[in-house]
């Protein structure tokens, strides 16, 4: 069971999980005062580098960008040290407006930026003692099976009715002898007359429900084991001091955690109460939660191969004070894994959506100022 968690600390944002060098486009724009020189020119071509460095950190997540205005100023000072060339794509003079704009492709060193980064956040610069410890648990799943129920529908119908009849009936008659030398003769007659009255009025109703009831999902954990050393560097070279869970939680606490995840999102409060007791005896005060759930796979258009997505989730809490306080959350961000076959591609999918998972997470941290 213990090969099936792994425990760290961070959640994600689009990020590029393996590329080191990447491609992002920029522009900059100037004004001059009478003619266009070489100087403006120049002004525009940094400002357009810069802005593509800034174009990286924004598709990036909210964190990473406001980690790189820590360290705007050292990018703009030293620009040939993050971008490997540039390429002018598109430049305009607006000589009526005085204004020259100019477009850039840039190749950025990301793995530069990256140290730059990591070393002007705060648990860089504090000392050892001064590190917070953390234990991470990252659950991979896919769905084991899914319960759907058929809409329940109640109809009703209800009708009301009333009537009326009224029935008058008389009758009138006459009769009559006449004698006349030897004969007699009679004569008779009759009137019947009747009057009926007849009123109905009907009421429906009809009307009813619809309840529906939402899938019912159960999982099956997969292994980590192929993402775990990469996940605990990344929190590791950020500066943070990764603990074992498997040396923290016991058994019983590794179970508990495997089961809640297998049948939703969150930890029931009995195993959330007793893995946050296990760290504060082990004085841990950071935990991090995150699930790697995977979808089913399908050919990618593009390549012909088999194309996986993993959504993940999480949040880091701070167990410091007498409360656990939630200090990082990312909603849920896909990731893709690409591969020949479908083992190829939900182990690639997982490794790369942990990686960036604990990026973004670090990134979350740093700007909340935890060391």
Same mark, same amino acid.
């Given at each position: /069971?213990?090969?099936?968690?792994? /425990?760290?600390?961070?959640?994600?944002?689009?990020?590029?999980?393996?590329? +080191?060098?990447?491609?992002? #486009?920029?522009?900059?724009? %100037?004004?001059?005062?009478?003619?266009? %020189?070489?100087?403006?020119?120049?002004?525009?071509?940094?400002?357009? +580098?810069?802005?593509?460095?800034?174009?990286?950190?924004?598709?990036?997540?909210? @964190?990473?960008?406001?980690?790189?205005?820590?360290?705007?100023?050292?990018? $703009?000072?030293?620009?040939?040290?993050?971008?490997?060339?540039?390429?002018?794509?598109?430049? +305009?003079?607006?000589?009526?407006? !005085?204004?020259?704009? *100019?477009?850039?492709?840039?190749?950025?060193?990301?793995?530069?930026?990256?140290?730059?980064?990591?070393?002007?956040?705060?648990?860089?610069?504090?000392?050892?003692?001064?590190?917070?410890?953390?234990?991470?648990?990252?659950?991979? $799943?896919?769905?084991?099976?899914?319960?759907?129920?058929?809409?329940? =529908? *109640? #109809?009703?119908?209800?009708?009301?009715? #009333?009537?009326?009849?009224?029935?008058?009936?008389? %009758?009138?008659?006459?009769?009559?002898?006449?004698?006349?030398?030897?004969?007699?003769?009679?004569?008779?007659?009759?009137?019947?007359?009747?009057?009926?009255?007849? !009123?109905?009025?009907?009421? %429906?109703?009809?009307?009813?429900?619809?309840?529906?009831?939402?899938?019912?999902?159960?999982?099956?954990?997969?292994?980590?084991?192929?993402? #775990?050393?990469?996940?605990?560097?990344? &929190?590791?070279?950020?500066? &943070?001091?990764? @603990?074992?869970?498997? &040396?923290?939680?016991?058994?019983?606490?590794?179970?508990?955690?495997?089961?809640? &995840?297998?049948?939703?999102?969150?930890?029931?409060?009995?195993?959330?109460?007793?893995?946050?007791?296990?760290?504060?005896?082990?004085?841990?005060?950071?935990? =991090?939660?995150?699930?790697?759930?995977?979808?089913?796979?399908?050919?990618?258009?593009?390549?012909? /191969? +088999?194309? *996986? @997505?993993?959504?993940?989730?999480?949040?880091?809490?701070?167990?410091?004070?007498?409360?656990?306080?939630?200090?990082?959350?990312?909603? @849920?961000?896909?990731?893709?894994?690409?591969?020949?076959? !479908?083992?190829?591609?939900?182990?690639?999918?997982?490794?790369?959506?942990?990686?960036?998972?604990? $990026?973004?997470?670090?990134?979350?941290? !740093?700007?909340?100022?935890?060391?």
């Amino acid at each position: /069971m213990r090969k099936y968690l792994l /425990m760290g600390m961070t959640l994600l944002f689009p990020l590029f999980v393996c590329a +080191q060098v990447v491609t992002v #486009k920029g522009v900059g724009t %100037t004004t001059y005062s009478t003619w266009l %020189t070489a100087s403006d020119k120049q002004k525009a071509y940094e400002s357009a +580098q810069v802005s593509a460095v800034e174009r990286y950190f924004a598709e990036n997540g909210e @964190a990473e960008s406001q980690n790189f205005e820590d360290i705007e100023e050292k990018v $703009r000072a030293n620009l040939d040290k993050f971008i490997l060339g540039t390429t002018v794509i598109n430049e +305009q003079d607006q000589s009526g407006m !005085n204004k020259y704009t *100019v477009a850039v492709r840039v190749e950025l060193n990301v793995a530069k930026l990256r140290n730059t980064l990591r070393k002007s956040s705060n648990v860089h610069k504090a000392t050892v003692a001064e590190k917070s410890q953390l234990v991470y648990v990252f659950v991979g $799943r896919e769905a084991d099976s899914v319960r759907s129920y058929d809409a329940r =529908v *109640v #109809k009703r119908a209800q009708a009301s009715g #009333k009537s009326r009849e009224s029935d008058t009936k008389s %009758t009138s008659g006459h009769e009559g002898e006449t004698i006349t030398g030897n004969s007699i003769s009679t004569s008779a007659t009759r009137t019947d007359t009747r009057n009926v009255t007849f !009123n109905s009025s009907v009421r %429906t109703e009809t009307g009813g429900s619809v309840t529906r009831k939402a899938d019912k999902t159960t999982y099956r954990i997969l292994p980590l084991s192929n993402a #775990k050393t990469a996940i605990t560097s990344v &929190f590791s070279q950020s500066g &943070f001091i990764v @603990a074992d869970p498997e &040396f923290v939680l016991d058994d019983r606490e590794i179970r508990a955690v495997n089961k809640d &995840f297998s049948s939703g999102s969150d930890l029931a409060p009995s195993t959330m109460r007793s893995v946050v007791a296990s760290l504060r005896k082990s004085n841990i005060p950071l935990l =991090v939660l995150a699930t790697l759930d995977v979808g089913v796979p399908y050919q990618d258009d593009a390549t012909g /191969m +088999q194309r *996986v @997505a993993v959504t993940v989730t999480g949040r880091v809490l701070d167990l410091k004070s007498g409360l656990p306080r939630e200090v990082a959350s990312v909603p @849920a961000v896909q990731y893709f894994g690409v591969g020949p076959d !479908n083992a190829t591609a939900q182990t690639k999918g997982l490794k790369d959506a942990s990686v960036a998972a604990a $990026r973004e997470i670090v990134s979350r941290l !740093n700007v909340a100022g935890v060391q």
